[in-house]
């Protein structure tokens, strides 16, 4: 069954370095979206990406975060200068072209900024 | 702005039990899912269900959708040790044929099904 698939699993950082989340979504589908889950904390949603430029984006996707798709296959999360409090999960997340408004979430990305 | 407020937070039942979660929300929505996430997993899709229905079932999942009362409910019926997961409601507004809507999610009610 074609599942998203999220590198790394675990990721520990020092506070202002830069990191790269990796995502691969479901081949054939079209919409794309990055989530966050501070421990204890509700989903929240951080951006969504649709025909190669940014769809939607909260307000916690400020300026030290960046999507990229560099080669229709891997979907990046970028966070330029880490914070204590972006320590959270990350998960990304597909959606296919029909209107079941079903997503897939990959198994998530957990980053640790010291 | 919008919210889904999953109660209980945590649930304990018994193998064979029925389990029942709720979910409330503030604004009007296009659709409300419900998604199980395993302990330090991903979020898994259960159920969608559209602002039009009432109500809809997925083998021993049952899920209503009340909107004047801006409340859904999930049931697993003759639950599982294997069903023990929180699991979570999110509404999504708009229109979502076509667009990208984000989905908004409630704090989730951790279910434990002891054998």
């Known amino acids: 069954e074609p599942e998203v698939t999220q590198t790394p699993s675990h990721q520990v950082t020092q506070m202002g370095q830069e990191v790269i989340l990796r995502c691969v979504p479901i081949?054939?589908?079209?919409?794309f979206y990055w989530y966050r889950q501070i421990l204890g904390q509700k989903v929240e949603f951080l951006v969504s990406?649709?025909?190669?430029?940014?769809?939607?984006k909260s307000e916690i996707f400020d300026d030290q975060f960046s999507v990229e798709r560099p080669d229709g296959s891997n979907f990046t999360l970028k966070i330029r200068s880490t914070k204590l409090e972006d320590s959270a999960m990350y998960f990304c997340?597909?959606?296919?072209?029909?209107?079941?408004?079903?997503?897939?979430f990959g198994e998530g990305s957990r980053l640790t900024v010291l | 702005s919008q919210q889904g407020e999953e109660d209980p937070q945590a649930l304990s039942i018994q193998e064979g039990e029925n389990a029942t979660m709720n979910c409330s929300y503030k604004?009007?929505?296009?659709?409300l899912q419900w998604y199980r996430q395993n302990s330090g997993r991903g979020l898994v899709h259960l159920i969608l269900i559209r602002s039009n229905e009432r109500e809809k079932h997925s083998g021993r999942l049952r899920v209503t959708l009340d909107t004047s009362k801006k409340s859904s409910s999930l049931l697993i019926t003759a639950s599982r040790a294997a069903d023990t997961a929180s699991y979570f409601c999110?509404?999504?507004?708009?229109?979502?044929?076509?667009?990208?809507?984000?989905?908004?999610w409630g704090l989730g009610t951790s279910l434990a099904v002891n054998p």
């Open positions: 081949s054939n589908h079209l919409y």
């Open positions: 999110a509404t999504a507004a708009g229109s979502w044929a076509g667009n990208n809507r984000k989905l908004i």
């Open positions: 997340a597909s959606k296919g072209t029909g209107n079941t408004g079903e997503l897939f």
């Open positions: 990406f649709y025909n190669n430029e940014i769809s939607e």
């Open positions: 604004t009007s929505i296009n659709n």
